[in-house]
């Protein structure tokens, strides 16, 4: 069996700003590959970074939102989270103020998950989801403009289920996210007592 080699980053050989906004900068360049094919243009996408989380209650549900997603017209549901902003200490910071903005809810602990890069093809963005334990609502929402948002709440076992079984199609983002959930569940000592729930 003829093996291949392992990739190479491509040399950037120009580089130019096609537009910006405070959500995305788009980049058109000019590529070397590995083995010196130019791709000319090729476009690339920097966007914020993102944190999102999947909080679970004391008595064991998932909470989760209904979201108006204009880019595709649809509600759909999705995970609590958003763009970390520049005035976050950090992603744990971060991903818990989404939550209070957008749920009202706060966690006592909170697991970090494995950064995820969302659309690594043309997009330059990381993903940082966590698992939150002990969830409960202290505040009202308090969201921004362009948010329209319904807060719900599901039995652990069933939000994993709808991320699974297809009748959540939401990015694939997030079923990586539950993935990871699950695993931590499954492997974490301290976090025996949901395993009963799944």
């Known amino acids: 069996m003829t093996s291949t080699p392992k990739p190479k980053a491509w040399k950037v050989l120009a580089d130019e700003v096609l537009f910006e906004t405070p959500y995305i900068r788009a980049r058109k360049q000019r590529c070397e590959t590995m083995r010196g094919t130019i791709v000319d243009p090729y476009h690339v996408f920097d966007m914020p970074n993102w944190s999102a989380m999947l909080p679970v209650t ?13 880019g595709s017209e649809r509600v759909m549901v ?3 989270g958003g763009i ?17 903005e957008e749920t009202g809810h706060q ?9 995820i890069h ?10 940082y ?8 609502q202290v505040a009202e929402q308090a969201l921004e403009d362009d ?3 319904e807060v719900f709440t599901v039995p652990l076992a069933d939000a994993f289920r709808m991320f699974a079984d297809g009748s959540v199609d939401v990015a694939a983002v997030h079923g990586g996210i539950m993935l990871s959930a699950r695993h931590l569940i499954m492997t ?7 395993r009963d729930l799944l």
């Open 58 to 70: 004391e008595t064991g549900d998932a909470v989760l939102v209904h979201n108006y997603r204009h």
């Open 107 to 115: 966690v006592d602990r909170i697991f970090a998950l494995p950064p």
């Open 147 to 149: 948010e329209d948002l």
């Open 118 to 127: 969302p659309y690594p093809g043309r997009f330059r963005q990381r993903a």
């Open 129 to 136: 989801p966590y698992l939150g334990i002990g969830a409960k």
């Open 188 to 194: 974490e000592p301290d976090l025996a007592f949901l």
């Open 78 to 80: 999705e995970l609590p």
């Open 84 to 100: 970390i902003d520049d005035t976050d200490p950090d992603t744990d910071s971060a991903v818990q103020r989404e939550l209070m």
